[in-house]
């Protein structure tokens, strides 16, 4: 077996409309509703599907908790614009702008946090 990507992740948030709003407004992705009312963020070729605290949808992950995850998601703008439209959001840096390691080589990165205080770390391919 050759694992090739990443289709989907699951997201467990304490507000499923806070974290639509923030990876909407601030990050450009997309809302989805599906199945019988569910919720996703797509981008890309991916999608986030979101579970809300407590009422998670089965089968889940053995130990569900908002505010648990580090994703790193690459941006298609400048680093420049990326750090303009968190400013323009008043979402504030936690670290960065700082050169990292990606999946397909060195990218620089900023990381902030979502509603749920997850690590979100935001980068472009140098």
Not at 51 to 72: M, R, V, Y
Not at 85 to 99: A, C, D, M
Not at 106 to 112: C, D, E, K, L, N
């Amino acid at each position: 077996m050759v694992i090739q990507q990443i289709d989907h992740l699951v997201l467990t948030v304490k507000d499923i409309k806070k974290t639509i709003d923030f990876y909407t407004i601030i990050l450009g992705m997309k809302e989805e509703t599906f199945g019988l009312g569910r919720k996703a963020l797509l981008f890309g070729n991916q999608k986030i599907n979101l579970h809300e605290a407590g009422n998670e949808f089965e089968p889940k992950a053995q130990h569900t908790l908002p505010g648990s995850i580090d994703l790193c998601l690459i941006s298609n703008e400048s680093l420049e614009r990326v750090i303009d439209v968190l400013n323009k959001n008043n979402v504030p840096i936690e670290e960065g702008p700082v050169n990292r390691t990606g999946a397909l080589g060195p990218i620089r990165s900023v990381y902030v946090r979502d509603p749920d205080q997850n690590l979100i770390e935001i980068a472009v391919y140098i």
